[in-house]
């Protein structure tokens, strides 16, 4: 396998097939790729906009590597894609990023470990196995604390706070007394992000930050670029985004999820290794999107510019949220993506609008 | 069937799977539709972007049936569809824009005819359908003049120009012996286009005029908006969209290319019923560009606002252009589209660049 860039009509294959594979896709067919979508789930939103769509269970390693070796790269766009099926993947093709990330960030004891090896501050965090290591652990940190499984959480799931130590035993239960991280509440006055891309021959560039507003344990709105902010910490950011994307080695988007203290400090909540919610802005809003630059960063290519042409409120459409889209569609300052989801349920992610203002 | 507007979900089908149809594939996946492709070519560019694709002959009355039948809306883009091959989605889906628009653009007598009565200058033609026509027709007209085909016509194809009396008879070997238009020389300065898109309901909003530069008779670059373009002339370019959107009862985007005659006087040169090169600009330079304006206006949806927010200037890849991506994809001022066509071949559009810069 060769390293130089992949020619236009090369195909990228995509493991998972949401709406960030979708937005993989589409933005990949616009740089002349064919994108295969890999994806358990059938008719799933990005196997409709794929040149071709391959739907079978993750561990089905034959249709993995079926998959991969029509692939000249393949990328994921999905955190908890089994490390197994990434590796199969990996034998036959370019995986980009590649198994590292993955392993790295699918487990949050682990996650937090390597972030802070890698001279990157986050919450005080100490693991927990059973209710004594959870008493042990709130003797160390102290509360209020939250306690989270180590793997398989999203969108706020898998989570419970514990204010007291009463509280304990209900939370462990509440998380399915499975392995799980016991987390310091930080002091923080927002919650930003950095989105970035590394490319294959490691040069790393980042979006300005944005700052995330949430709701329910769902992402709301980012607004971006985040005011407020000096120099000092948006470089900060990239240097942040430098030191996890080098020590990932990861090719291709990631974003860092950040707790600002305030006082200039800025603490890592957690990683994604993916293209991301609170990148969604970027697409609209800036030269080159998130979802160019990951699809360039898997091909080999240069990064595109990431600078911000305009201002963006991004604001996520969950749910019911969706219903709207007549309303949305009739807004000229509403830049509306929908997902192509069949049915609206709670909780999820159907869609999103970015509107633009000046910078 | 209803006129009401199509909810996220719906079927849109697009007869043509060139690259016009790729990126409004695209663009309709964004608003949330799923886009089925119907191309007599296999493995045409939007096939591989699309969540179905047909691939037979335009007079497969059963296949073209099948497909309509399951689409929502049905659209073209492509002006030599048969019009038979339309008037079966037209029974059985709602069919924008309507065939009228195709009826009045595929043959040039007809068009240029059409655009007179609806109050818009054009050069001076005749109709041509034999040699002794043709000299009664240079007779009328002068010279130099230029004989064309009436059908099926396009990048410079079936065109003879005419210095002299005595090229007649070449000219008229040199485009087959064909029923042809002859069309005087406008004294122009330069060659602008505008485009437009007209809503179910009738509302017409147009992008700034463009500048065009052509080349071997295929247009290599748009300057957007084009520079010194006074108030009066751009309104005048609107009235002149609405007046030919209104005649043709178009739904849809559809382009207008002008001759601009220097002292403010615009004449029609030619009418595309669908999205145009001209317009390629606005998918990165503008608040709605025209592929998302086009599938808004066959959804039934309100228009997007056209607003620029940057200047442009679009340069297409045409033939071996192509094979400099790499040094397109390493240029940050470069926003590069291609089009996943197979073979490189002189002459054919296979992609092309979009250069912003501040308005």
Redesign the interface.
């Known amino acids: 396998m060769t390293t130089a860039?992949l020619?236009?009509?090369s195909v990228i294959g995509i493991l998972g097939g949401g709406q960030l594979g979708?937005m993989l896709?589409?933005a990949g067919?616009?740089?002349?790729?064919?994108?295969h979508v890999y994806e358990p789930e059938p008719d799933c939103p990005a196997?409709?906009?794929?040149?071709r769509s391959f739907c079978a269970p993750w561990d089905d390693e034959g249709a993995v590597q079926a998959f991969a070796e029509r692939c000249d790269a393949v990328t994921y766009e999905f955190e908890n894609v089994p490390v197994a099926t990434v590796g199969i993947a990996a034998r036959v093709s370019h995986l980009r990023p590649g198994a590292r990330s993955l392993e790295l960030t699918q487990d949050r004891l682990v996650e937090k470990s390597f972030i802070n090896e890698a001279g990157v501050a986050t919450v005080p965090f100490a693991a927990v196995d059973d209710i004594q290591s959870l008493e042990a652990a709130i003797a160390q940190i102290g509360l209020p604390a939250v306690l989270k499984t180590r793997r398989f959480g999203y969108d706020g799931k898998g989570q419970a706070w514990i204010r007291e130590p009463g509280d304990a035993a209900k939370a462990w239960q509440a998380i399915g007394e499975k392995p799980a991280i016991l987390e310091g509440a930080a002091a923080f006055t927002r919650e930003l992000s950095v989105v970035a891309a590394r490319s294959v021959d490691g040069m790393v560039k980042a979006w300005p930050l944005g700052e995330n507003i949430h709701g329910d344990g769902i992402l709301k709105q980012t607004l971006a670029p985040a005011t407020g902010v000096d120099a000092a910490t948006q470089a900060r950011a990239l240097e942040i985004a430098r030191a996890i994307g080098g020590g990932l080695q990861h090719v291709g988007v990631f974003a860092v999820e950040l707790f600002d203290l305030g006082s200039g400090g800025l603490v890592v909540n957690e990683i994604a290794p993916r293209v991301h919610n609170t990148g969604h802005w970027t697409m609209d809003a800036c030269?080159c999107g998130q979802f160019e630059q990951h699809m360039?960063a898997v091909a080999g290519?240069?990064l595109?510019?990431p600078s911000p042409?305009?201002a963006c409120v991004m604001t996520n459409l969950i749910g019911e949220d969706?219903n709207d889209?007549?309303a949305l569609?009739?807004d000229?300052?509403a830049?509306?993506?929908?997902?192509?989801k069949?049915a609206v349920r709670a909780g999820r992610k159907m869609?999103h609008v970015n509107r633009?203002s000046p910078l």
């Open positions: 860039p020619s236009p009509g979708r896709a589409t067919a616009a740089l002349g790729f064919d994108v196997s409709r906009v794929a040149a030269g360039r290519w240069p595109g510019d042409h305009s969706a889209w007549a569609a009739a000229p300052q830049r509306l993506h929908l997902y192509g069949r869609g633009l």
